[in-house]
């Protein structure tokens, strides 16, 4: 009755699917790459409301009169933004099923974000391995890109985070 979680679906019962997110160990492949989707168009709102969650007041961000007199004149985008954006459009598929996102690296932001641009993201599986201290689990790591809808590169970061394999994942438990 189970079809593959790699379908995105499994069938529970007659004419009824259940949405899977994100993937067990056992299915990421070194060099696999996923595209995430849909894009997002990032907004004054998601600017302003994160860099005052975050207690980012710095006029680059939230001041138009002060940004008007910067080389870029007009408000950046928070690179924090950015990040949660492009982090959030990787998760899902990627660690959907995670049990622990165990670090970023190599954050790297060439090219600057503002109101109105659209962000897509993709992410390449660098590696994988079984965990030597939790049986059951496995640690795969990936470069993710965020680009704008013009192609251009403006994130670039690598993580790692903890899966279940198949014969230890508990989603059937919890109705997921």
């Not at 996923?34 to 994160?50: A, K, Q, S, W, Y």
């Not at 001041?63 to 910067?70: K, L, P, Q």
Request: include cysteine; proline fraction near 5%; charge should be neutral.
């Amino acid at each position: 009755m189970d079809e593959p979680a790699i379908t995105g679906y499994r069938r529970v019962g007659e004419q009824r699917y259940r949405e899977q997110v994100g993937f067990h160990f056992e299915d990421f492949t070194v060099g696999d790459v996923f595209e995430h989707r849909p894009g997002r168009t990032v907004t004054e709102m998601d600017n302003v409301l994160m860099s005052m969650l975050s207690m980012n007041a710095a006029p680059l961000h939230i001041d138009a009169a002060y940004c008007a007199h910067t080389q870029w004149g007009r408000p950046l985008v928070s690179s924090l933004v950015t990040l949660s954006i492009v982090g959030g459009m990787a998760a899902r598929s990627t660690s959907g099923r995670a049990i622990a996102n165990l670090g970023w690296e190599r954050i790297r932001l060439p090219a600057p974000v503002f109101t109105g641009d659209t962000l897509y993201a993709e992410s390449e599986i660098l590696s994988r391995r079984l965990s030597r201290s939790r049986p059951g689990e496995g640690i795969v790591s990936c470069r993710t890109t965020g680009s704008k809808s013009t192609g251009e590169v403006v994130l670039t970061f690598e993580r790692s985070f903890l899966v279940p394999t198949r014969a230890k994942d508990i989603g059937d438990l919890t109705g997921y």
